[in-house]
């Protein structure tokens, strides 16, 4: 079967239109966060991946997928930045802390039968220290001037058309932590959990993927929705 899904959309632009879609790239290893400029004929060609069936793959999880979760897509810059903060910022929140506990702790019982769970413990903290100073960023600075934009209110503290410098220091931060996910997928072998683990090995490791789908979820919302859409409205109040 070869579906009607045209290989030339890029694959943020698919997991904008469906959400579920996610979960299909995510299980083949297709970025479609940081690098979801790619189009679906590109990001196969580079994995090697036959685009016919994965077309098909896409297909099939577009068929069954749920319409009970609401899509960013469709919610305004503001539902979007509160959605953002409420859901994947307290998620970090919750987990950023325990996972540098876990890590700290595994490296300095472990390292002897894995050497590079010292190196897992070093990404992981900076990782960790990375992300809370961008999220207090987006929810210091940048995302009350998107609520602003969003009520058509002047933007204080910014000049006009500025958004685009702090929307572009983000995306940068967004594609260091993205490139800090692929060490500790390489250092884990893709989050193996190693026949000797103990809990604690065992909670890291699946707390680390877990960690690694929410914040492709949480990028992809930022660069292709919420940031992309921004700019479109500063600049159409400029214009
Ligand atoms: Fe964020
Ligand atoms: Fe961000």
Redesign the pocket.
């Known amino acids: 079967m070869t579906t009607a899904i045209n290989p030339e959309a890029t694959l943020g632009q698919l997991v904008t239109e469906n959400p579920a879609l996610s979960r299909v790239f995510e299980a083949l290893g297709l970025d479609y966060c940081c690098g979801g400029g790619k189009t679906l004929a590109e990001a196969c060609h580079a994995h090697g991946l036959d685009p016919d069936a994965v077309r098909d793959e896409i297909a099939r999880v577009e068929a069954s997928s749920s319409e009970s979760q609401p899509n960013p897509a469709d919610m305004s810059l503001t539902e979007l930045a509160d959605h953002i903060e409420q859901t994947h910022h307290a998620y970090l929140r919750e987990v950023l802390s325990a996972l540098q506990t876990m890590s700290a702790k595994v490296a300095s019982a472990h390292a002897g039968k894995d050497p590079r769970l010292v190196e897992v413990d070093r990404v992981v903290r900076n990782l960790a220290h990375e992300l809370e100073s ?2 207090l960023k ?1 929810e210091r600075i940048l995302f009350p001037a998107i609520r602003r934009l969003d009520a058509g209110q002047p933007l204080q503290g910014f000049t006009c058309g500025a958004l685009e410098n702090p929307i572009h220091v ?1 995306e940068m ?2 594609d260091e932590a993205g490139q800090a996910l692929e060490r500790l997928r390489t250092l884990t072998d893709g989050y193996t959990i190693p026949d000797w683990a103990c809990n604690t090995c065992r909670g890291l490791l699946t707390e680390l993927e877990r960690l690694e789908k929410d914040l492709h979820l ?2 992809h919302k ?1 660069n292709n929705i919420l940031f992309p859409r921004t700019l479109e409205r500063e600049s159409a109040g400029t214009n």
């Open positions: 961008h999220t987006e983000m931060e967004h949480h990028i930022e």
